[in-house]
Structures are given as structure tokens and as C-alpha cells.
């Protein structure tokens, strides 16, 4: 949110005008001036109370970009065990990893997370369970 991560913004004022809606009829007072401050501008409506009530968003969510994000928690994973069995500690820098299969634009992710300082794309290696990924590390 600090440095300006426009869909980080968007998420948290989603989810904040959706809380305050849910809370109107138990606190009308204080979610009432916290709409009129926020996002009677935006919505255009006299009241949170005239608004419409909150909905579960299904065009929010990518089938696909989940299960990318369980790929990659799946490496990360595997790369967590794969540093404990050679008894290195969790934020232990590794100099390089090779990976198969994955989208490179996915690398930063997996470095950033388990302190790798690169990685690059290769077709050997030991496989991640429940995926089609290798990784040499």
C-alpha cells in the first residue's frame, strides 16, 4: 500500500466499504460519517443506508492466477523443505535455483520469497510434488 501498489488500494477500499455497509444497522452513527467522508462522492447515494448490500464479487477472481499462486506455493514449499532437510535456516540465501515449467515472470516471486538470488529456467531436477515443476537447487 506504501509504495503505491494501485490493486493493493483497490482490494482494502473494496473491502472497507463493504465492512462498513455490514455494519451500518449495528453502529448507523459511526459507519454513516465514515460513508459520507468516504465514499458518498463516489456512490452517490444520500446514505449508506439507502445502499445497496454488500455481494460476494465473482469477477474478481482468475481461476487460472490461483492456480498459479498454488504452483508457486507448492516451490516455495519445496524449497522451504529442501532447506530444513540440509539444516539451513528458513531465510539462508541460496545463489541459484533452476527451475522448469513455471512462467518466468514468476521467478521474482519464489527469489524474494525464500532469499534466492537467482533463478533461472532449466529441465533437470527433482520434481515438486503435485505439479509438473522440476527444481536444482
Request: glycine share 2%; aromatic share 10%.
Amino acid at each position: 500500500v506504501y509504495s503505491g501498489d494501485n490493486s493493493a488500494k483497490f482490494v482494502l477500499n473494496t473491502i472497507f466499504a463493504k465492512i462498513i455497509k455490514m455494519l451500518a444497522p449495528f453502529i448507523p452513527f459511526v459507519t454513516e460519517e465514515v460513508y459520507q467522508e468516504l465514499y458518498r462522492p463516489v456512490e452517490q447515494k444520500k446514505s449508506i443506508h439507502l445502499t445497496e448490500w454488500p455481494s460476494p464479487s465473482k469477477i474478481y477472481f482468475d481461476k487460472e492466477l490461483a492456480k498459479e499462486g498454488e504452483t508457486i506455493y507448492k516451490v516455495i514449499l519445496y524449497i522451504r523443505q529442501w532447506k530444513h532437510d540440509h539444516k539451513l535456516a528458513i531465510n539462508a540465501s541460496i545463489a541459484q535455483v533452476s527451475v522448469s515449467n513455471l512462467p518466468e515472470e514468476r521467478f521474482k516471486e519464489i527469489a524474494e520469497a525464500m532469499n534466492i538470488m537467482k533463478i533461472v529456467k532449466g529441465e533437470e531436477g527433482e520434481k515438486v510434488p503435485e505439479t509438473d515443476i522440476s527444481v536444482q537447487i
